[in-house]
């Protein structure tokens, strides 16, 4: 009945409903979506003792200098999954990290050699406004084709 119960649930229209979403910014532009939440705040673990298979998620690891680890009181955060569907309170839904923009250099976060963790510095809540540039356009299409070589020509490129 329980099963019967969340799928009648998960049928119903939630007013505002939020999905997890988190930002994070590379040297050429920012991604935004479901995929960077489950990147940063739900990653599988890749490594475990010898001869075993890695188990369970990656933690947060914050930067013990940077505002997140003051705020948090700790060294890092666990990772969080999923909240189950509560079909009394679809508003529950509250997830850490929803929306929070990582941007990309020493300000941000530092990471710890080819293997170690990347420790986070600080995240904000990201704003369009603040954290969108110019720059962060995708350029067009990127393959030969009809599009690209009017874009070409139409730059004073590809003569």
Do not use: C, I
């Amino acid at each position: 009945m329980e099963r019967l119960g969340l799928w009648q649930s998960s049928q119903m229209p939630v007013d505002k409903l939020r999905y997890p979403r988190a930002v994070v910014e590379n040297q050429n532009k920012k991604n935004r979506g479901g995929h960077v939440w489950f990147q940063r705040h739900v990653q599988p673990r890749k490594s475990a003792a010898e001869g075993e298979p890695p188990v369970g998620l990656q933690t947060l690891h914050l930067h013990p200098d940077g505002d997140l680890a003051k705020n948090a009181g700790k060294s890092s955060l666990r990772a969080q999954l999923l909240p189950v569907l509560d079909r009394n309170n679809p508003a529950g839904d509250v997830l850490y990290g929803h929306d929070l923009f990582a941007g990309h250099g020493p300000d941000w976060s530092e990471p710890q050699g080819k293997n170690g963790p990347t420790l986070f510095k600080k995240l904000e809540p990201f704003d369009p406004a603040r954290h969108g540039r110019a720059t962060d356009q995708t350029g067009g299409a990127q393959g030969q084709t009809r599009d690209t070589r009017r874009n070409d020509r139409d730059r004073g490129r590809g003569r």
